[in-house]
């Protein structure tokens, strides 16, 4: 088992930035590659970005590419998502995932661990 825990949202303006964490913890989790989705009101839960633990494969949604950067922290067992110039449709309920991987024939993302969340919110 994986216990992911995010911290770091808020509300922000437009343009702003903001760097999300997540401490991982558990049974083998640095075996497995991390990532970032997030849900907004109405909307599915989407694929923001996936990295390894080595930090070496990293890729992200298109909406977010040039943006936002994802890393790791092996030391602190630490995910980190920073979101620069944020725009209000980034306005969503960010989650830290554990054994992020791509479904298998189909477009998109899946993962198996999830933590509880944490809001982000830009204003216009």
């Known amino acids: 088992q994986v216990q992911l825990v995010e911290s770091g949202g808020g509300l922000v303006q437009t343009g702003g930035s903001l760097r999300l964490s997540c401490a991982a913890s558990g049974r083998s989790f640095n075996s497995y590659a991390m990532g970032w989705f997030r849900q907004a009101p109405g909307k599915e839960r989407e694929f923001v970005a996936t990295?390894?633990?080595?930090?070496?494969?990293?890729n992200y949604a298109d909406s977010v590419k040039g943006r936002f950067t994802i890393s790791v922290d092996n030391a602190k067992k630490t995910v980190y998502l920073l979101m620069n110039s944020l725009k209000p449709e980034d306005t969503a309920v960010y989650y830290c995932?554990?054994?992020?991987?791509?479904?298998?024939?189909?477009?998109?993302?899946?993962?198996?661990?999830w933590g509880q969340g944490t809001q982000v919110t830009v204003s216009s």
């Open positions: 995932a554990a054994n992020v991987r791509p479904y298998l024939g189909r477009p998109g993302y899946e993962a198996d661990y």
């Open positions: 990295v390894n633990w080595s930090g070496f494969s990293r």
